[in-house]
């Protein structure tokens, strides 16, 4: 299952908070229609107040995420980092998890 480092936690939450005060919002993490540049998922996310109907909610620490079935199973075995730079701007990271 997808897991989060504290900075990923801290940051979505920050990032799901001021966007919306809706109590079960999340972060919803979707594939785009076209593939990354390995062939692979490319994936975005966004904030949202509700899952979509056949999203998989993941909850760590009170973080909720959303996936669609292709985010879910491309990061099922990873970890979700998150940083932010100078300027504010957010970005995620996809790590492998350690065993």
């Known amino acids: 299952m ?3 480092t504290d900075n990923a936690t801290a940051i979505v939450n920050t990032l799901v908070s001021r966007q ?9 993490i979707h ?11 490319r994936l975005a996310v ?4 509700d899952p ?3 999203d998989q909610v993941v909850e760590v620490s009170g973080t909720r ?4 079935e292709t985010a879910a199973a491309a990061l099922d075995d990873k970890v979700l ?19």
């Open 52 to 54: 979509e109907p056949d």
């Open 2 to 4: 997808l897991t989060l």
């Open 81 to 99: 980092d998150a940083g932010v730079d100078d300027e504010g701007s957010v970005s995620f990271a996809v790590l492998s998890q350690v065993a």
């Open 20 to 28: 919306t005060d809706a109590s079960d919002a999340g972060l919803r």
């Open 65 to 68: 995420l959303f996936l669609d």
């Open 46 to 49: 966004l904030v949202t107040p």
């Open 31 to 41: 594939s785009t229609p076209s593939p990354g540049p390995d062939g692979g998922a």
